[in-house]
């Protein structure tokens, strides 16, 4: 059974759409993260739920709004996509506290056109 | 910026050989993590290593820490084409659920 699973895996997508990125973690971790990896694979913290509360919220453009309907989901929605939002992005789950290892879901390649 | 920097950024070995890549971070740290990323794929979770560490082993990874020097290395030992990936460090600061990764180091093992 896949721990961290994405749906999709592919979106490719016209500037302007508004799209949404689901994301599953089936290990019963508290807390979530989104990462966007650009085409350098520069990996970069978005967001981070922990109990289906936000805690991190990097400086990240207000058409990105993440969503956390129970913890073993975090979903990204995405508003009036535009080029520069290219990239991978990827799900990841960890338990609470800074010694825990994050584990990554596959990443979902959004290609907006 | 508190981004972990690896050196080198790519590498190329031969299979059998050793590799080792470096990190380097600016910020006080709680713990240190390397993590390997294959091509098209999420990242995969290799070893943690504590700030009051200096070294850690498992299997054919050896990771130090210097805190001193704000330094970290991952030594793979008799590489695989296998190991074939980019490597990631990534660092913690205690108190937040935050990690930062560094640039990684693109690796290729040619057999």
């Known amino acids: 059974d896949t721990a961290v699973s994405q749906t999709p895996k592919y979106l490719v997508t016209q500037m302007g759409n508004d799209k949404s990125i689901k994301c599953e973690q089936n290990?019963?971790?508290?807390?979530m993260y989104w990462y966007k990896q650009d085409s350098k694979k520069f990996l970069k913290i978005m967001f981070s739920y922990n109990n289906k509360e936000l805690i991190i919220n990097e400086t990240v453009p207000n058409r990105f709004s993440p969503k956390s309907p129970d913890k073993a989901h975090l979903n990204l929605h995405i508003n009036s996509l535009e080029l520069g939002d290219s990239a991978v992005y990827f799900c990841a789950s960890s338990q609470a506290g800074d010694l825990e290892t994050q584990y990554f879901g596959p990443g979902t390649r959004l290609l907006v056109l | 910026s508190q981004q972990g920097e690896e050196d080198p950024q790519a590498l190329s070995i031969q299979e059998g050989e050793n590799a080792t890549m470096n990190c380097s971070y600016k910020?006080?740290?709680?713990?240190l993590q390397w993590y390997r990323q294959n091509s098209g794929r999420g990242l995969v979770h290799l070893i943690l290593?504590?700030?009051?560490?200096r070294e850690k082993h498992s299997g054919r990874l050896r990771v130090t820490l210097d805190t001193s020097k704000k330094s970290s290395s991952l030594l793979i030992t008799a590489s695989r084409a296998a190991d074939t990936a980019s490597y990631f460090c990534?660092?913690?600061?205690?108190?937040?659920?935050?990690?930062?990764f560094g640039t990684g180091t693109r690796l290729k093992v040619l057999a």
């Open positions: 290593i504590r700030s009051n560490e």
């Open positions: 910020t006080s740290i709680n713990n």
């Open positions: 290990l019963g971790h508290d807390t």
């Open positions: 990534a660092i913690s600061n205690s108190g937040t659920y935050k990690y930062i």
